[in-house]
């Protein structure tokens, strides 16, 4: 995109506590000139991006339930404190990407309007579905439309 618009990066995680991955999104992401954010859904890589590169816009994925297979090995304490982000203070977010299903929510209303944190919404696919993220997010995360 060569700095014509932001670059967005969803870092994935196994949640085992290998950081790896945000070392190298941090040295790469170091070399980009246009603006960039990291996001994800494990707080640890948010975190090591914060200590690592703090001048990097960083961002929290959560949802409310962590019901889907995927986190099925997560313990439901993990999945509580993720929904609730409680790891905010060792993340320290810039923004916050809410699941678009589960939105209202307490929570990342609560992140948006006590620390002013912008609220951008997933994944935005139907022109209903816009309608509903532009009553609650700041921004939205698409595909298959042109919003």
Known sequence: V?????LLLELKSRFDGDLRLARRAAEVLAGYSGPTAAMSFDPALIEAIRVIAPG???GLVAERYYAEHEW???SA???RRMAFMLHFNRTRPHFVAYSLKDLPAAVPLAMQLLFRLPLLTW???????????????????FEGIRP
């Not at 060569?2 to 932001?6: I, P, Q, V």
């Open 77 to 79: 304490f993990e999945k």
């Open 56 to 58: 990097i816009t960083r």
């Open 123 to 141: 994944t935005v696919r139907s022109p209903e579905d816009l309608s509903h993220a532009r009553r609650w997010a700041n921004q939205i995360i």
């Open 2 to 6: 060569a700095g014509r618009t932001t």
């Open 72 to 74: 099925d090995a997560m």
